[in-house]
């Protein structure tokens, strides 16, 4: 993929393989975690499907290998495990990825919320998604899902109330 830097071991082929011994193991799904953030961050992605086999994430041609579905479950629950990921189905088929925790993307756009003087303000979430004044930030194009799940967490926190109006939200922080 053009402009995304690979690590060195997408090209070895026993990475895409669970390795039997325990350590070994534990590297290689937290490299495969951060590649699966990154990679994904990369090209402005939220959900993975456990079945995408065609992803180049999953499939590496020139060596011709790919990821078993049991392995690719096996990353996301680990991302799941650190805050990064959520199954969107019972079956664990369909996952949404954080590329940053829930919380710590509700402290982003508090912290932005508070610099920029919008205590006491309603802000819709593609305000605070996709506006222009958020273009710099690391938060500026996430899933308008994402956010709010995000925001709940700063609701939960007594930081905001989220309104919901003809079936958008917008936030009131405090």
Known sequence: MAGFQWPWEYTFPPFFTLQPHEETRQQQLKVWSDLFLKYLKHT???????N???????????????????LILLILEQLQGSGHAAPLDKRRQEWQVYW????????MVYDWIQETGQTNSVCTLYE???GES????????????????????????????????????????F
Do not use: W
């Open 52 to 70: 995408d086999q065609n992803l180049p994430l999953f499939c590496n041609e020139s060596i011709k290998r790919r990821l078993s579905p049991e």
């Open 100 to 107: 940053y925790t829930l919380e710590e993307y509700g402290n």
């Open 134 to 173: 958020t273009t710099q930030l690391d938060f500026h194009g996430v899933d308008e899902s994402v956010l709010l799940k995000a925001l709940r967490v700063l609701e939960e926190k007594g930081k905001c109330e989220l309104i919901e109006m003809d079936g958008s939200h917008g936030v009131k922080f």
């Open 128 to 130: 605070i998604a996709s």
């Open 44 to 50: 402005n992605q939220f959900t993975l499907g456990v």
